[in-house]
DNA sequence: CAAAATCGACTGGTATGACCACTTGACCTC
DNA sequence: GAGGTCAAGTGGTCATACCAGTCGATTTTG
């Protein structure tokens, strides 16, 4: 038995993943007013600083909006949230959501290969060392689950290498969202993480430059988990 | 003169302000120690649950690392913030930083396209009256930065019928950012929002039911302000 | 009677002070 | 050198008091 070591979760964190679920999960309804800070205080047994530090935390991840003298309302996040929420999504009461999932790997289809490419262009040669230590580290390692965090490590450098924050910064809440979920995602995520031919081809392809080549590479190597998940999400919507 | 609402502002927004910049600017560089909570809020003159609370928001953000008992550090904002830090990153000090704003449209020019795409295969003619209404507004205002805002609205509606919660999330992060910038983009933007009819087509292929046309009018439609800024940072970097 | 002003209740915003829980480095013991 | 203890400093939490703003009900004014 592996022991784990225990996180001590704050008090404002607990609020405000109840909060934040209580939203998400649509208890709370846009435009609804929560209880005001003393009566959330009072319910959840906790002091009003605390809530305080929660609530400020959810209005800034976009899902309610705080006005000095007024109720706190409920924002609908689908308009306000950022990528932030993802995990939330994902993962709600800790099962995989097969529609969020399905939007994660079309996005993941669609950027992979255009970073990729930026890369080839933009980096080249200088990726290098780093591309084959992490090839070598998925190659090494027989567990489906740490192959994954080998190959977040992979596209890391990719994106680095792609020289545009904004895929930078895409890809930091893409990671934040699959990392918790690498579990679930292992059998759907198996068949990629042992194409490790597959990924020393697209390590070369963008080391030497060559930008198409690139882009095809990615695309074969991502293409086929959003296709099997596709095809599961068709098969269990044709069960009677 | 237009006399401007007078938005108060919160301390523990300004100290937020104050860190995230600092942070940003690199004056506080990643694996240094901030000053204490007591220490802040001695030096800024304000309580310290009002810095508590700006650092709690600071670390959600992604930018510090707070463990009790120990100094909060700060991390590097490239690896772990999101596109929430996007507005910050463009429009540093007031002015825009050409390559976000280049990072920006690149990222634009790749989803727009296939968000367009996948609205086409899974809203169609659902978004009619919506798309229609946009493309009148856009056309009824005289305003290229009013012009922008309703471009803006033209949009939500077409990542709406996406049907794609990463795409509807992102693109709430890069309507953040844009937003402040409307301004100082005007320039750039204005051939963009002046071609009413190729919004419109785009709204035809839209709700007709035609990605591939809906895929090629979108990119029509967002290549030419890529295309112009990537010209102008040219021009730039070849002065003297 | 309608518009404007006032008022009270409730909301969020801020600060102070006290105390708790944790980390880290210095120092001591074996 | 390894392990334990301690003190100082860190972040975490709470209670209390008061300030600033919003909104609806009521009153006043024209």
């Given at each position: 038995m592996a022991l784990q070591p225990v996180a001590r979760r704050s008090v404002p964190d607990e609020v405000f993943d109840q909060i934040l679920d209580d939203v998400v999960s649509g208890e709370f309804t846009p435009g609804e007013a929560l209880p005001s800070e003393r009566r959330l205080a009072e319910v959840l047994g906790v002091s009003r600083p605390a809530v305080r530090e929660a609530l400020q935390r959810v209005a800034q991840a976009g899902l309610v909006e705080v006005r000095q003298g007024d109720s706190t309302t409920v924002r609908d996040y689908r308009r306000h949230?950022?990528?932030?929420l993802l995990p939330r999504l994902l993962l709600p009461?800790?099962?995989?959501?097969p529609s969020v999932a399905r939007s994660i790997l079309e996005a993941r289809l669609l950027i992979g290969p255009r970073v990729a490419r930026l890369a080839a262009e933009r980096a080249g040669a200088r990726l290098e060392a780093r591309l084959l230590t992490a090839v070598a580290a998925i190659e090494a390692d027989p567990d489906p689950v740490a192959r994954q965090r080998h190959a977040l490590v992979f596209w890391d450098h990719i994106v680095d290498g792609a020289d545009s924050i904004v895929f930078r910064l895409m890809f930091n809440s893409l990671r934040a969202a699959y990392e918790p979920a690498l579990g679930a995602l292992a059998t759907l995520m198996a068949n990629e993480v042992d194409q490790v031919d597959v990924y020393r081809a697209l390590a070369g392809r963008i080391t030497g430059g060559d930008a198409d080549g690139a882009d095809r590479a990615a695309h074969d190597l991502l293409a086929p988990a959003t296709d099997a998940l596709l095809t599961a999400i068709r098969q269990l919507e044709e069960l009677p």
């Open positions: 949230a950022s990528l932030d009461r800790g099962e995989l959501d």
